[in-house]
């Protein structure tokens, strides 16, 4: 399975954007998909995440900002970030768990998406 991650780059603070993540492959169906980020010499650490009825976790750190959604139909998650701090600054990495077309549970990641903050 392929995880496809989009949207990042380079955003003032207080400013937003929309970051994508589509999966491909040999699935059968997704339970969870999330976001994950990754900063300099820090280990990699929740952001959010989403089941596949629509229930959300977010890290206290973006709670109000960011958003998590998802289109059940194109196995695609999406991550809304608005009032971006420099500190949200990191590697954005997808992931999701799901169960493979001969029903087995697996968890991928994506390649992982740059998002800067910065004046």
């Known amino acids: 399975v392929q995880l496809q991650a989009s949207g990042g780059g380079l955003v003032q603070p207080g400013g937003s954007l929309r970051l994508s993540c589509a999966a491909s492959?040999?699935?059968?169906?997704?339970?969870?998909m999330g976001w994950y980020h990754q900063a300099p010499g820090k280990q990699r650490e929740l952001v959010a995440t989403?089941?596949?009825?629509?229930?959300?976790n977010y890290a206290d750190s973006v709670k109000g900002r960011f958003t998590i959604s998802r289109d059940n139909a194109k196995n695609t998650v999406y991550l809304q970030m608005n009032s971006l701090k420099p500190e949200d600054t990191a590697v954005y990495y997808c992931?999701?768990?799901?169960?493979?077309?001969?029903?087995?549970?697996?968890?991928?990641w994506g390649q992982g998406t740059q998002v800067t903050v910065s004046s």
């Open positions: 992931n999701a768990e799901y169960w493979r077309s001969d029903f087995s549970y697996s968890r991928d």
């Open positions: 492959g040999s699935i059968f169906s997704i339970n969870i």
């Open positions: 989403i089941t596949s009825g629509g229930s959300t």
